[in-house]
Structure formats: structure tokens, C-alpha cells
């Protein structure tokens, strides 16, 4: 069973290892780097993480043409120990398969499992069909893009739980279905709209979980994370 993901998104890398502080020293968590803290601290943030021995989902959904996006993922590839990285899979074809592409031109990349953000949790269906002008249902939208990330060398995408047994069912089994929007059933959606407790994420296949605030802003946050693992791991 895979641990949960810790979404580190602190205001300052000062405050991210306070956080992670609170952990036992042995613990080997998997921890998510998103764009606030790695445009603050850059590589070294990477560095300090890999050094406690934890593991990185670096977050930072590329999307900008094809060769722009190999040539950044080669750099990602280069910092050693990233897990799971990202791309938005609205940046089409050609550019999933550049990013593909830049992971396997570096020995460490090739470990790195690339992943596609279908629809964010924060989108609801008035927004993708008012604002985005994209006719359909948001999991019409989100099975669409699963399909062509899948085709182009992706090793999985990013989606709400409500999707991912559509995911699973269009893909297979095989293809990584990472889960953000996780909430225990006492705690408030905020700005997400699509949100699953871990135990539904665990329902309906997700291989992975993404938990921030109910973690991070945890009166406990160490008792909040057994909570949820808990949570994740039950039959």
C-alpha cells in the first residue's frame, strides 16, 4: 500500500522543515513539492528533502510548447530522487511526449514517473463549460485527456477520486491515478469542489493520495497523518 502525500505548501522553507520536525527522524515519508516552495528555494529544497530520506512529488505542471517543456524536464530528471513529476495534459500531444522524452535522456529521469493534471479539483462543471468552453461533463473532459496522456508515454495523470474508476476503466490498472481533494468527512471542502475522503480514494482505485492542509494546518499534524493513513488503508 502506498503512503499518503504530503503537500508541503508552506510560505517559507523555514516553516516546511519546522513541519517536517515533528516527524520521527527514521520516518520516510512522501512529501509533494508544488510551485510556492520551489520558486522560493529552488533545487536546494530538493537536496535538503532527499537528504532526511524522503521522497518528492514535484509538483510544478509544466505547460509551454513541446521543446521548452523536454528541455525543463531534463533539468528535473538531473536533481535525483523525484518520484512523480508534472505536465497539464491540456498542453497536448506533443508536449506530453517531449516531456516524456526529456525524463528518459537522463538516467535519474528514467524513474521518474511522468504524470498528467486532467481537470483540477478546484474545477466544477460551470467552469469548464462557461470559462474553459469545453462541452461535456468534467469527467467526459477528464477521461479524454487520461486517454491521450496514456498515448503519449505518461505513466499516469491527476484527477479527482469521483473520476478514477472511469480512469481505470479507459486505460487499466496499470496506470497511476494520483488523488488531490482528500478530506476527512468533518473537514471543509475550501476551494476544492471535488473532493473524496482517502477511504473513497482507496474505493475507487487511486494508487496515490495528495493531502495538504488537512496535514500541514493540523493542530497534530503527526496524529493527523495516521488518521489519514489509517483512513487510506482500510479494507
Known amino acids: 500500500m502506498t503512503r499518503p502525500i504530503i503537500a508541503l505548501d508552506f510560505a517559507t522553507s523555514n516553516e516546511m522543515f519546522s513541519f517536517l520536525d515533528k516527524f520521527p527522524k527514521d520516518a520516510q515519508l512522501f512529501v509533494k513539492i508544488g510551485m510556492e516552495m520551489y520558486y522560493q528555494s529552488g533545487p536546494d529544497v530538493i537536496k535538503n528533502i532527499s537528504a532526511r530520506g ?17 528541455r525543463a524536464m531534463r533539468v528535473i530528471g538531473e536533481l535525483g530522487n523525484i518520484k512523480l513529476t508534472t505536465v497539464h495534459a491540456a498542453g497536448g500531444s506533443h508536449m506530453i511526449a517531449a516531456a516524456k522524452n526529456g525524463l528518459l535522456a537522463t538516467p535519474n529521469g528514467q524513474n521518474t514517473k511522468l504524470l498528467a493534471i486532467t481537470q483540477l479539483t478546484s474545477t466544477s462543471q ?26 503519449n508515454g505518461a505513466d499516469g495523470v491527476v484527477s479527482s477520486g469521483l473520476e478514477v474508476q472511469a480512469i481505470k476503466a479507459a486505460t487499466g490498472s496499470d496506470f497511476l491515478c494520483v488523488t488531490p481533494g482528500i478530506r476527512l468527512q468533518t473537514q471543509p471542502d475550501e476551494d476544492q469542489t471535488r473532493v473524496v475522503t482517502p477511504a473513497v480514494a482507496r474505493q475507487n482505485g487511486s494508487d496515490y493520495i495528495v493531502v495538504g492542509r488537512p496535514i500541514t494546518q ?5 496524529s493527523a497523518y495516521q488518521q489519514i493513513l489509517e483512513s487510506w488503508e482500510q479494507k
Request: hydrophobic share 40%; glycine share 2%; net charge negative.
Open 54 to 70: 524522503h521522497d518528492i512529488f514535484l509538483d510544478l505542471k509544466l505547460h509551454d510548447i513541446p521543446n521548452t517543456v523536454e
Open 218 to 222: 493540523a493542530t497534530d499534524a503527526v
Open 126 to 151: 460551470r467552469q469548464l463549460n462557461e470559462e474553459q468552453l469545453i462541452p461535456g461533463t468534467v469527467q467526459d473532459s477528464v477521461l479524454n485527456y487520461a486517454r491521450v496522456a496514456q498515448q
